[in-house]
């Protein structure tokens, strides 16, 4: 039997199916939903687009307490991604889950190397960017001050601490002049 007989006993192939949400072309994943319309549809019970607010982006989070910068609907980013997850910008993983700090099963103590340092200042306290750099910009790094007595450098000479206390929230250029004027002194 040649290609072509073979070709034409084959059944017809289903014909490629689309979301059905309207103006989108990406093929069904289940439910007659794309895969990113199902998973929105999973995640929040509707497939239409979460309208972010961003009016109040710059002022302080709205929980009480908290200094960081808003970064959506008010909240700073930990307290947004905790509110979207969990419902409560105040709430927390269910008990029995993941384990941080020195609760953990990885902790190493203070045998930490330069960007495990900077990590735990960034588990601890948030992203730089959700806090203000002295000078009053936003700030984009967690700067070493420098005032560790037990402080380490790692194999590039950079020097750091592995207490977090020892940072600071600074813009990239306040902390590239903080780090050449403590060089060259």
């Known amino acids: 039997m040649s290609t072509i007989e073979q070709a034409e006993r084959r059944p017809a192939m289903k014909a490629t199916r689309v979301c059905s949400v309207d103006l989108c072309t990406g093929p069904v994943k289940a439910r007659a939903l794309c895969q990113s319309h199902y998973r929105r549809w999973q995640r929040g019970g509707t497939v239409e687009t979460p309208i972010l607010d961003r009016s109040h982006v710059g002022s ?72 203000r750099c002295a000078c009053g910009s936003h700030a984009e790094d967690w700067a070493y001050d420098h005032r560790d007595p037990a402080a380490r450098e790692d194999s590039k000479g950079r020097p750091y601490s592995p207490n977090p206390d020892h940072y600071f929230p600074a813009c990239r250029g306040c902390h590239k002049r903080y780090d050449v004027g403590r060089h060259h002194a």
Do not use: I, M
């Open 60 to 131: 302080p989070c709205r929980v009480v307490g908290c200094e960081r910068l808003n970064f959506g609907n008010g909240l700073c980013g930990p307290h947004y991604k905790r509110n979207r997850k969990y419902g409560d910008p105040l709430g927390s993983r269910p008990a029995g889950n993941r384990r941080l700090g020195a609760e953990r099963h990885t902790w190493q103590g203070d045998a930490v190397g330069y960007s495990a340092a900077h990590s735990r200042v960034k588990a601890l306290r948030g992203p730089a960017w959700s806090h």
